[in-house]
């Protein structure tokens, strides 16, 4: 009895934590994510401000203040999210879990690390929460259908990156020996680099081929560019046609605070524990 009285209240504090932190349903919620957002549009100003010369000359402590007031807030969030959770570990190497922390590593950093600050502006991706706060959750959904089309899609693209590269290393060597030095194409590696400029249409000129069978080779690796270029979305547009067959739900677990499952789902696909 007084293991279940002593384990009664943080029980309880860890649900009504998760059900602020990772819920936007309820007032708590929604005021939570609302103001969560605001302070990561405040700190990546903030950010973009202090790169600016002039400004942070004459603001630059001020900045820096205001940055490692954000770092502690978005520090001690953190913290939060993972105490809410049963699973804290799963939630640490989830997505949103690897971006938190990335939101707060930089500035720690720069004190060994000058200018490692700038990197904050990766907090942005956080601002991707804001489709829970205005009821876009469904489209967090598609996300999730998008990510199951890749993932499926990744044993062809492999392939075909495969064949691309075989590609570009024969053409590569091949207009070494057509071109040589005096046109530019002084290495394969070189060579291989006009290539995979060639291949995906960018076509810089900074090399270009000199000589008639080289412009003629070029001729067909640009063509064949831009048949390559259709084969991985299509790759892409069928896993994604099979993956939009299958609807997701957008609770998040309360262990590990993944999102994605099945409707019909009764336990987290990615830790087991119930919905």
């Given amino acids: 009895m007084s293991n279940a009285s002593e384990q009664g209240p943080t029980e309880g504090l860890r649900g009504r934590l998760h059900e602020i932190i990772f819920e936007a349903e309820t007032p708590a919620g929604r005021a939570f994510d609302v103001g969560l957002l605001w302070a990561i549009l405040f700190s990546i100003i903030a950010v973009m401000l202090e790169s600016v010369a002039s400004v942070r000359a004459q603001y630059g402590s001020l900045l820096l203040g205001v940055e490692w007031f954000f770092t502690g807030l978005f520090t001690l969030e953190y913290l939060l999210r993972l105490f809410s959770v049963s699973k804290p570990l799963r939630y640490a190497r989830s997505f949103f879990g690897l971006v938190d922390l990335l939101a707060i590593l930089p500035t720690f950093l720069s004190v060994l690390i000058p200018g490692a600050q700038s990197l904050l502006a990766i907090r942005v991706l956080r601002l991707l929460r804001v489709f829970r706060v205005l009821k876009l959750s469904h489209l967090l959904g598609q996300a999730e259908v998008l990510l199951t089309a890749l993932r499926a899609s990744r044993p ?16 590569g060597a091949l207009m070494y020996v057509v071109e040589g030095q005096e046109n530019g194409f002084d290495s394969i590696p070189r060579a291989m680099y006009w290539a995979i400029v060639t291949v995906t249409t960018v ?5 270009t081929p000199k000589t008639a069978p080289g412009q003629f080779i070029a001729s067909i690796l640009m063509v064949m560019g831009y048949g390559i270029i259709a084969v991985p979305t299509g790759i892409v547009s069928v896993e994604l046609a099979a993956a939009t067959r299958h609807a997701v739900d957008n609770r998040a677990c309360p262990a590990c605070g993944q999102q994605g499952h099945d409707l019909d789902a009764h336990f987290c696909k990615h830790c087991g524990h119930g919905l």
Avoid: A, P
Wanted: charged share 10%; net charge neutral.
């Fill in 203 to 207: 076509g810089f000129g900074d090399i």
């Fill in 156 to 171: 062809k693209i492999t392939v075909f990156l495969g064949t691309v590269l075989t590609i570009v290393v024969i053409m």
